[in-house]
């Protein structure tokens, strides 16, 4: 069995460090069900697969990150551990995987499908994998957790223009962590859900922070003076800049939220 090492992701951030890297971003909120378990008739898997020990990582501003592209029909996992994996296969957020024992091994995974699949079956197929090569078995179940709820302010959001809504691109890479510009935060095409999860990897921000302004679209937010604020730990700093700079609060709340417990797990089988 893995040993535990699933903790909150924190990110120390300076100037210029986290510039242009890029880490996976778990897609799923609280709000998203879970990708469920096709029947038999329509699963699918990967025609190609290979899960191979991370190799030696490149040193690099901000250090060296994990990494997911995908396209219609590949999946890229780079540098990432089995929580990542897990993460991305059912579309959840870190705080919703638990484990009591979890390895802090990384791998490279690189999968093909024999078509053309929508970013849904992508997952699916991902499950099957972790599945077979690293005998992994998981439930789910629903848990009481603290949570910062990510709300319109009096007064309504000051948010810039959404943008324009284009092709998906051929190659796809989210970020989970803002970039650093001219001393401020970048939030770049985000959603508020896809906003929501990196507010909650910075450091100042003790608890998960869940989308609930009900705004559609994406955009490209700035938090002025956001990054010196998340270096010092400052919660009540950016908590005011939040809400000064883009009309939005973070409220402390319970929620009910699904969990992924990975019950088991082995180090993956021989490619």
Not at 16 to 38: E, Y
Not at 83 to 110: E, N, R
Not at 112 to 133: E, F, H, I, W, Y
């Amino acid at each position: 069995m893995f040993r535990m090492n699933f903790v909150k992701k924190v990110a120390w951030i300076s100037a210029g460090a986290i510039t242009g890297v890029v880490m996976p971003f778990a897609v799923g909120t609280i709000d998203t069900p879970f990708v469920r378990a096709q029947s038999k008739a329509q699963a699918q898997t990967f025609e190609v697969a290979s899960v191979k020990p991370a190799a030696l990582p490149v040193v690099r501003e901000g250090g060296n990150r994990s990494r997911i592209e995908h396209t219609p029909n590949s999946l890229t996992m780079l540098n990432v551990a089995l929580s990542d994996c897990v993460q991305w296969a059912y579309g959840v957020a870190f705080f919703q995987v638990s484990a009591s024992h979890l390895s802090p091994d990384s791998y490279d995974i690189l999968a093909k499908a024999g078509t053309s699949v929508p970013v849904s079956q992508l997952r699916m197929m991902l499950q099957d994998l972790l599945a077979n090569r690293f005998k992994l078995v998981v439930h789910r179940e629903t848990r009481m957790l603290s949570v910062y709820e990510l709300v319109v302010a009096k007064g309504g959001p000051k948010l810039p223009a959404a943008n324009v809504a284009t092709s998906s691109p051929q190659v796809h890479a989210a970020e989970s962590l803002p970039r650093i510009k001219n001393g401020a935060f970048l939030f770049a095409d985000a959603s508020m859900a896809e906003f929501a999860q990196m507010l909650t990897q910075l450091r100042g921000i003790d608890l998960p922070v869940v989308d609930r302004t009900g705004i559609a679209g994406t955009f490209d937010v700035v938090l002025k003076s956001a990054p010196s604020a998340t270096r010092d730990g400052d919660s009540a700093a950016l908590f005011a800049i939040i809400e000064e700079q883009l009309g939005l609060r973070l409220v402390a709340a319970k929620a009910p939220i699904e969990v992924v417990v990975i019950d088991h797990a082995e180090k993956p089988s021989e490619n």
